[in-house]
């Protein structure tokens, strides 16, 4: 019913049920005027319960005492949804005629008409489509109209339906949001009157979905014959292969549709077509549940039955994993290759053994399939039967000579593999017929190693009792099987209590110093943990071991370490109780407990630490941090409060590391906040310094942490503190480019102290390193301010720093800020224009000229701009300062012009040079030493200058100081140079 329990509904409802139009109207007419649009729990109204039973007079009168018309339940239903899923046309008319909103839709985006056309109301959609806007309009899963309709079990009404669509112009290629279209839906329910009238009125016959399935596919898929053969009849393409690459036929074998099949082979459909993975639709009719069929038509139509698909399995292995013993002997009987592989090796026994069907193991084996054939890792069909517990499928393979001590490429048995899979039926099995449970495989380990940690102690039990003695032995990287049992996911410990039953030895340690305690509680086992605690202190005493022992127990023990760091506080809590560890061991590294639980924020360990003496100020010999350094350093707030709540000494919070840093440097550095409010509120000092007399001021400065920087200046810290550079935070902030913390420091510094305190040792400002960085936006705020905007100190100035950082934008600034001009006045040993030829920096040179700045002046050295680009190679450079008429003959202290630096090492700087200046007088000039151009060019092995300078005209005559011609300063020394000239004196001419 629409309302549930309508005796408990309100007695209009009631009546409304009844259709009792007399009773409805006494009702209405002696009650109150809002009853009428009554809602029930769901929302759903009067009128809704008249329209879903079909009382059209009931109807009306509602109507006409003010029901509302598009009242809509909880699901966005209005009564005309209700009135067209039953096929209600005359009540469907009196809503209608009441202004009925067609357009209405439910929370699925559905309207009337789509409700209608899935219910097959002719008659309702005769009076809703010429009221309706849009005739292909669609849901809010993009459903069609018509796509509604191929859910109806009558296809005359269906028919109907369709037609009436189509005659209003129904679009019957539109596509929901797979792209399924109207025929996609047809031909999957074999509706093929529906077929014809979406063809003939223009659907294509082959039209693709996403995935891109064609009609043919879908029906195909639920088995339409009927539908299937007229799609065929209308050009539908036999062998279209879907985004899988499957065709129809592909589809059939799959849902076991054996007609299908048949028809599509005798359409012409390819029997051996490939999808994606390389299978046929025999490997899919051998493999699918209802298969059978479609592997016998297939086969009878010439199938190949060893194809292999790209990972190489044949039909033959895919009935094997399915355990498809009627189609297995088919394929063998039709020639199928019986040990036929795959790309893993495996053949058909191998996969039917892996997956237990032991009636098609029997059926191989009696056809002559290998049971000793080794897969790429070295398995055969008896390993993989033992590995999954498979009993009968063993026995078999056993019965037809499969060998006992086969192994795979890690030198395990199929015992390894028994014990691994821990049935012991399979174990027992293997041992009495003969199989070695005393052999190792390649790392070491025997059958006993694998079958601990299983969720079946059969395997073990059956095991220790035939050889116990080797229950303590180690493989090959120290491991006992005790060991192994700790490290595995046994929290009960049934492995433990058997193993120790039995004799092992808990204090047995493998190649890394590791035992039994310290798997067992990085695992985190109590209840194990203190069986083989207990055990080893009885050992320990009874046998006096070599292990150093005390009141408290082992020092220096590691579990507790370990423990700590897997942060098993219940674990922990085992172990301390017994008071045989030292709460403050150190493990390798030199980490103690509290440390490693720290370090992880584990803070119920590091209360549980504490409570049981652990020191907080414990130090790591090698680094010297404590627990409280871990903790600040990775933000572990809860634990860093928990450890400064337990020191006892007022300063702990400053205790410092072997960098003397201390836990509020680390924590700045790292930009925890919340740490580092914690540690200020303790009392930590801000203007303690490191080894390198960085406080955490510096800190905040490097890191660009605002916060940090915020609360250590509310803290009081020194602005103006220095290292051992004599840089000040404003001196790093500027120098990282954090323009935001370099903010807040400019705002504390004050304009007292002299314009020196803001000089390091080098002489460098804040400015400069700004500079230095092209940190644009600190240059910026640093002119700003009145105590950073001076340009005083390094000769090598701020407008030098710009030009090696090539920061257009910082030179801007400061050129915005007159330094040229000040530059001028003072003795500056290297010009701001040398550093941006040095640069190759030509935006910032370009600007420098047009300022006014002389492109001829000298260093300290007397090298020009040009010299310095020349020696640079900077070509860009070079053209720049020739647009300004650059003087080329000028020479430095050594006589050098910018021709010969260029010869030194810069190949394209010599090609520019003798392009653009007049290279008669430049050409053969000598320097202090006599050299010409191309006496530096040919001792520097610089052909192509060489080439240039002899095409030009260059003197190969002229002599250096030591009497040497271009020729002879190719020699290596003055030595090799005279000998080389005693040779040539005496040779004769050449003819």
Known sequence: LLFRIPARQPHLVQAVFKGDVDEVEELLSNGSPEEVNYQDAERRSVLHAAAFCGFHQVAALLISRGARVNAKDNKWVTPLHRACSVGYEKTVEVLLRHEADVNARDKFWQTPLHVAAANNAVSCAELIIPLQNNNGVSSHRDNALMHFLFCSLVPTALCQMVELLLQNKATCNFFDKRDRRAIHWAAYMGHTEVIALLVSHGAEVNVRDKDLYTPLHAAAANGRLSALRQLLSLGAEVDAPNASGNTPLHVACLNGKEDIADELLVAGAHSSALNCRGQTPLHYAAVSTHGAGCLEVLIRKGAGVNQQSDDGRSPLHMTAIHGRFTRAQTLLEHGARVDATDHAGCTALHVAARHGHDLLVGSLLLVGASCDLHSSSGMTPLHMAALGGFTECCRKLIQSGAKLTSRDNKGRTAVHYAAFGGNPETLELLIDSGADYTSCDSYGRLPLHYSVGGPQQGCLSRLLYLGGAEVDRPDSEGLTALQLAASSQDPEGRSLAALLSQGATPCLRDHRGFGPLHCLAAAGHPMSLGAVMLLTMTVLKCFARRTRWCERGWSGFPALPCQA????????????????????????????????????????????????????????????????????????????????????????????????????????????????????????????????????????????????????????????????????????????????????????????????????????????????????????????????????????????????????????????????????????????????????????????????????????????????????????????????????????????????????????????????????????????????ALHVAASNGLIDATQALLLKGADVLALDMNGHTPALSCARSNEVAECLALILAVMPPSS
Not at 636 to 651: D, G, P, R
Request: hydrophobic residues 45%.
């Open 565 to 932: 760091l897997g942060g098993h506080w219940s674990c922990l809590e085992a172990l301390l109780s017994k008071g045989c560890l030292e709460v403050d061991a150190t493990e390798e590294h030199g980490w103690s407990p509290l440390a490693l639980s720290a370090l992880r924020g584990h803070s119920q360990c590091v209360r549980l630490l504490l409570q049981h003496g652990a020191r907080t100020l414990v130090r790591n010999p090698r680094t010297g941090s404590t627990a409280l350094h871990v903790a600040a350093a990775l933000g572990q707030k809860e634990c860093l409060e928990i450890l400064i709540s337990s020191a006892n000494e007022t300063s702990a919070v400053d205790v410092t590391d072997n960098s003397s840093k201390t836990p509020l440097m680390l924590a700045v550095l790292k930009g925890h906040v919340n740490c580092v409010e914690l540690l200020l509120k303790s009392g930590a000092s801000v203007d303690l310094a490191d080894e390198s007399k960085r406080t955490a001021l510096f800190c905040a400065a490097f890191s660009g942490n605002e916060r940090c920087a915020h609360l250590l200046l509310k803290a009081g810290a020194d602005i103006l503190a220095r290292d051992v550079l004599g840089k000040t935070p404003l001196h790093i902030a500027a120098a990282v480019g954090n323009a935001v913390v370099l903010a807040s420091l400019l705002k504390q510094c004050s304009d007292g102290d002299g314009c020196d305190a803001l000089f390091d040792a080098q002489g460098f400002t804040p400015l400069h390193w700004a500079c230095q960085g092209g940190h644009d936006s600190c240059v910026n705020r640093l002119l700003k301010h009145s105590r950073t905007n001076k340009f005083y100190g390094n000769s090598f100035s701020p407008l030098h720093c710009a030009a090696f950082a090539a920061s257009l934008a910082g030179w801007m600034l400061l050129l915005g800020q007159g330094v040229l001009l000040l530059l001028q006045v003072l003795h500056v040993p290297v010009s701001a224009l040398h550093a941006a030829a040095y640069d190759d920096s030509v935006l910032c040179l370009q600007m420098l000229l047009k300022e006014g700045a002389d492109a001829n002046t000298a260093d300290y050295r007397s090298q020009t701009p040009l010299m310095m680009a020349s020696r640079r190679g900077s070509c860009k450079t070079i053209e720049a300062l020739l647009e300004h008429k650059v003087d080329f003959l000028v020479q430095d202290q050594n006589g050098n012009t910018a021709l010969h630096h260029a010869c030194l090492e810069a190949k394209a700087a010599v090609a520019t040079i003798l392009e653009k200046a007049d290279f008669v007088k430049l050409i053969n000039m000598i320097n202090v030493h006599m050299k010409t």
